[in-house]
């Protein structure tokens, strides 16, 4: 069976949904990281305290406290990248089983589909979580170097390499934060993805529902109004 034919097995209601998963998930995902200048997200706001943290580290005597914080940023990212691998592992299994996914899958959408159909769905599932990994790995390895240029800032505060070692410190720190969120952002979707397993309606609700959840959460929770106090307080 090649590719043109499987994908007839699919309606252009599920071609849709699948595209709009897609679409979303960039959409949310540029738009977190390039807000308007008057409506910030909390990524955002998130970068200008991070740089301030570097700022502050500069004169704080001694560091451990700076460092056990990266330690237990470190720890998060190593956290959710052994969930992720498991979840690939879980998914191909899947793949590799699928007769009990099948008869669930039927009783939900009363469809008697082709295997390879479901295989084709848990492949975007199994997207999703392995960018996750990927981008959990590559922000685990970005707080390293975090804390390398952190421990080469000199303890002179007069030192001229001082300062911007330390700003080099935080625009790393600021870039592995950048990865963790999208490896978040590919878990929510990913978890939304798997609901195309009871058919292409359920895969635009759970995407519409995933972007709205991952919208509040940057630009209209309360969080963000903390954060937002805060810099009024500083100013």
Not at 69 to 86: V, W
Not at 115 to 130: A, D, P, Q, S, Y
Not at 143 to 151: E, I, N, Q, R
Not at 210 to 223: D, G, M, N, P, Y
Request: aromatic residues 12%; charged residues 15%; contains cysteine.
């Amino acid at each position: 069976m090649d590719i043109l034919n499987r994908l007839t097995l699919f309606s252009y209601f599920d071609h849709g949904a699948l595209a709009l998963i897609f679409v979303l998930w960039l959409v949310i995902g540029w738009r977190i990281e390039h807000p308007s200048k008057k409506h910030s997200s909390v990524s955002v706001l998130m970068a200008g305290y991070r740089r301030e943290w570097m700022r502050q580290m500069v004169t704080r005597d001694p560091r451990i406290y700076d460092a056990t914080i990266l330690g237990n940023l470190r720890q998060g990212t190593a956290f959710f990248a052994s969930a992720s691998m498991i979840s690939i592992g879980g998914v191909l299994a899947l793949v590799g089983n699928t007769e009990q996914l099948i008869g669930f899958a039927d009783d939900l959408t009363l469809n008697q589909d082709p295997r390879i159909v479901w295989e084709l769905k848990l492949m975007v599932t199994l997207f999703f979580v392995t960018n996750a990994f990927l981008k959990f790995v590559w922000s685990n390895r970005l707080f390293g170097y975090c804390a390398v240029l952190m421990s080469s800032v000199p303890n002179e505060v007069d030192d001229p390499r001082t300062l911007p070692r330390a700003m080099q410190a935080a625009e790393i720190n600021i870039t592995a934060a950048r990865g963790f969120n999208r490896g978040l952002r590919s878990v929510y979707f990913g978890l939304a993805s798997a609901a195309w397993l009871a058919g292409p309606l359920a895969l635009v609700v759970a995407s519409l529902v995933t972007c709205l959840v991952l919208w509040r959460r940057e630009f209209a929770s309360q969080s963000r109004d903390v954060l937002l106090s805060g810099d009024a307080h500083g100013a």
